[in-house]
């Protein structure tokens, strides 16, 4: 599975599937670094929260009205802190193990993740300030 991640600095798209341990991903044509934000699913959960950089893993749905809210605040976070946090989104509908394997039992819920372990649980839209503390004190 790849993804498509839209460099900030030149606009230029850049597929991306599998970034090396201690590496975050570049834009092929300038080298600036991309915001990291993938869509996970229920065969890629355990490898997709392994990263240097803190992790947060996005549990949603499309007909979720709250989680239509929290998607941009988590997309600006991704820009803003390009290379130094990865945004995991997971549709629950269409893969329901990984959020089941984690106890979650409403959405959207936010999982943060450092060095691959569970160390933070936010439940509920929050605005942008509430997460970037959120993910700070974690």
Do not use: Y
């Not at 090396?20 to 997709?48: H, K, S, Y």
């Not at 992790?55 to 802190?81: K, N, Q, T």
């Not at 936010?122 to 942008?128: D, E, H, I, R």
């Amino acid at each position: 599975m790849s993804d498509v991640l839209t460099c900030t600095a030149c606009g230029a798209k850049n597929r991306v599937t599998t970034v090396p341990a201690g590496q975050v991903p570049g834009c092929a044509r300038c080298g600036a670094t991309l915001p990291w934000l993938i869509n996970g699913t229920d065969a890629t959960f355990a490898g997709d929260v392994q990263a240097d950089v803190p992790v947060v893993v996005d549990f949603w749905a499309p007909w979720c009205g709250p989680c239509r809210v929290i998607g941009p605040v988590l997309e600006d976070l991704a820009r803003e802190r390009a290379g130094k946090l990865k945004i995991v989104k997971v549709n629950v509908d269409e893969h329901p193990r990984a959020p089941g394997d984690h106890a979650v039992q409403g959405i959207p819920t936010l999982l943060l993740f450092r060095g691959g372990k569970l160390v933070g649980r936010q439940v509920g839209a929050v605005p942008k300030a509430t997460v970037r503390a959120w993910i700070d004190a974690n």
